[in-house]
């Protein structure tokens, strides 16, 4: 009789074993997803394939694929405009960002950062046109910067030296197809992006916009909200793409050769 107890307890103990590990990571239809929230008007680091099915992509999205991959993630990707995204972050509506975002101790009140994934920074995009080469240039121009972005914060404490008729924009797609236009004469954003334009299209040129005379390079991270157990984990998988060679591959498809 015990024997038979205990043999109809393996049994059973066997069935619910069984039962969790077909919910694991095997069945991808029931991974636990995550979701990311980006501004996909940033090309190389997103933008929207229109000839694609209107699919986001991009060095983020790739580089945010292979992290979840790694952790055992679904991922899921939420696209709004960039000025949005701090707040999308607090009111948990995405799991993390990652949208080209630069790590600012301003930004750092309200939101956590990864360690850095990329360097960047800030240049003047422009019309060949235009004879703008520096800073000082700009003075009494139209110029474009996003919504919410450190390009915003550096143009409006440039403007107080050197005054300029800045404009701000959600989207910076459509700020640079209004400079083609010429709508606006400059438009402040960063390397990575500006080389993007201007080696697709020959009729920009970029310039290193000299700031307090120096070049400075910006640190672009995700963003998570305050304390979410998810930092450790992110930080924990990029170091492994950054150790077996995956992130520079997505360096070299995405950025070196755009
Ligand atoms: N690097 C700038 C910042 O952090 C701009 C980023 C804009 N990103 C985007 N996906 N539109 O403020």
Same mark, same amino acid.
């Given at each position: 009789?015990?024997?038979?107890?205990?043999?109809?307890?393996?049994?059973?103990?066997?069935?619910?074993?069984?039962?969790?590990?077909?919910? &694991?990571?095997?069945?991808?239809?029931?991974?636990?997803?995550?979701?990311?929230?980006?501004?996909? +008007?940033?090309?190389?680091?997103?933008?929207? +394939?229109?000839?694609?099915?209107?699919?986001?992509? &991009?060095?983020?999205?790739?580089?945010?694929?292979?992290?979840?991959?790694?952790?055992?993630?679904?991922?899921?990707?939420?696209?709004?405009?960039?000025?949005?995204?701090?707040?999308?972050?607090?009111?948990?509506?995405?799991?993390?960002?990652?949208?080209?975002?630069?790590?600012?101790?301003?930004?750092?009140?309200?939101?956590?950062?990864?360690?850095?994934?990329?360097?960047?920074?800030?240049?003047?995009?422009?019309?060949?046109?235009?004879?703008?080469?520096?800073?000082?240039?700009?003075?009494?121009?139209?110029?474009?910067?996003?919504?919410?972005?450190?390009?915003?914060?550096?143009?409006?404490?440039?403007?107080?030296?050197?005054?300029?008729?800045?404009?701000?924009?959600?989207?910076?797609?459509?700020?640079?197809?209004?400079?083609?236009?010429?709508?606006?004469?400059?438009?402040?954003?960063?390397?990575?992006?500006?080389?993007?334009?201007?080696?697709?299209?020959?009729?920009?040129?970029?310039?290193?916009?000299?700031?307090?005379?120096?070049?400075?390079? +910006?640190?672009?991270?995700?963003?998570?909200?305050?304390?979410?157990?998810?930092?450790?984990?992110?930080?924990?998988?990029?170091?492994?793409?950054?150790?077996?060679?995956?992130? +520079?591959?997505?360096?070299?498809?995405?950025?070196?050769?755009?």
């Amino acid at each position: 009789m015990v024997k038979k107890i205990g043999l109809v307890m393996m049994a059973l103990l066997l069935i619910v074993l069984s039962a969790c590990s077909s919910s &694991g990571s095997s069945d991808s239809s029931k991974k636990k997803t995550i979701v990311m929230g980006t501004s996909a +008007d940033y090309p190389p680091f997103e933008s929207v +394939d229109t000839a694609n099915g209107n699919k986001i992509v &991009g060095f983020d999205l790739d580089l945010a694929k292979a992290i979840a991959k790694e952790l055992g993630y679904k991922l899921e990707v939420k696209n709004q405009d960039f000025n949005g995204l701090v707040a999308a972050l607090g009111s948990k509506k995405v799991d993390f960002v990652m949208a080209g975002m630069v790590d600012t101790p301003d930004r750092r009140k309200q939101v956590d950062f990864s360690k850095t994934y990329y360097q960047s920074f800030q240049v003047i995009l422009t019309r060949k046109a235009t004879n703008i080469k520096t800073m000082e240039d700009l003075k009494n121009k139209k110029v474009g910067v996003q919504l919410g972005t450190t390009q915003e914060t550096l143009a409006k404490k440039v403007s107080k030296t050197i005054p300029m008729k800045i404009q701000t924009w959600d989207k910076l797609n459509e700020m640079v197809e209004a400079m083609r236009a010429g709508k606006l004469d400059a438009i402040v954003t960063v390397d990575t992006v500006a080389y993007g334009y201007t080696s697709k299209d020959k009729t920009f040129q970029q310039f290193k916009a000299v700031v307090d005379g120096k070049t400075q390079y +910006d640190p672009i991270s995700a963003a998570f909200p305050k304390n979410s157990k998810l930092t450790a984990k992110f930080d924990k998988a990029l170091k492994k793409l950054e150790e077996n060679g995956t992130k +520079d591959k997505l360096v070299t498809k995405w950025i070196k050769n755009q």
